[in-house]
T-cell receptor, first 114, second 115 residues
Framework: KQEVTQIPAALSVPEGENLVLNCSFT??????LQWFRQDPGKGLTSLLL?????REQTSGRLNASLDKSSGRSTLYIAASQPGDSATYLC?????????????FGTGTRLKVLA | GAVVSQHPSRVICKSGTSVKIECRSL??????MFWYRQFPKQSLMLMAT?????????EQGVEKDKFLINHASLTLSTLTVTSAHPEDSSFYIC???????????FGQGTRLTVV
């Protein structure tokens, strides 16, 4: 059974810092891994999608890496801004009992201080 | 990009009543839809997976008679919370994917409060 965990659970940093969010998954047989942002009381905004054959994806100040063999993905945020404050979720897509499922991590609550 | 619309965004209902949440794919045909529940400060927990025209597959611990899922068309899935109780109060989010695409697209969620 796939389990996804994220470390740290919460993070508070001053504006301008570069930071790394970690995501670990127990079953390396994933099809892709996706990073999302969730603002309080809101739905999900997709940030980056990494296919199982890829090592990393970049979008603006965000860079996500994937190491299937070690069961890890990281989300790197460069030059953090107060607007980056949100909860960041990773989700691993894998096949279970013939069905593709997205299993979400526990989330990292990020607060960037001005 | 693919858009998933969820309605309503917020709903308050009385204990014992039923409430329906709609999830629509606006610009693609959703062959598979997923329903998630999220309690405060917790992650999203998958409730069920539904393929168009088939019965939904529920995750362990999710009561299929309480959370009725219908995916009768390629653009619409509904989740009905029957005989709602205060402990059903939660944030419900749907997602959808279409055949051949690996990415899931998410609705904006529905905040359900049962009083």
């Amino acid at each position: 059974k796939q389990e996804v965990t994220q470390i740290p659970a919460a993070l508070s940093v001053p504006e301008g810092e570069n930071l790394v969010l970690n995501c670990s998954f127990t079953d390396s047989a994933i099809y892709n891994l996706q990073w999302f942002r969730q603002d309080p009381g809101k739905g999900l905004t997709s940030l980056l999608l990494i296919q199982s054959s890829q090592r990393e994806q970049t979008s603006g100040r965000l860079n996500a890496s994937l190491d299937k063999s070690s069961g890890r993905s990281t989300l790197y945020i460069a030059a953090s801004q107060p607007g980056d404050s949100a909860t960041y979720l990773c989700a691993a897509k894998s096949r279970t009992s013939g069905t593709y499922k997205y299993i979400f991590g526990t989330g990292t609550r990020l607060k960037v201080l001005a | 990009g693919a858009v998933v619309s969820q309605h309503p965004s917020r709903v308050i209902c009385k204990s014992g009543t039923s409430v329906k949440i709609e999830c629509r794919s606006l610009d693609f045909q959703a062959t598979t839809m997923f329903w998630y529940r999220q309690f405060p400060k917790q992650s999203l927990m998958l409730m069920a997976t539904s393929n168009e025209g088939s019965k939904a597959t529920y995750e362990q611990g999710v009561e299929k008679d309480k959370f009725l899922i219908n995916h009768a068309s390629l653009t619409l899935s509904t989740l009905t919370v029957t005989s709602a109780h205060p402990e059903d109060s939660s944030f419900y989010i749907c997602s959808a994917r279409f055949w051949g695409n690996t990415e899931a697209f998410f609705g904006q969620g529905t905040r359900l409060t049962v009083v």
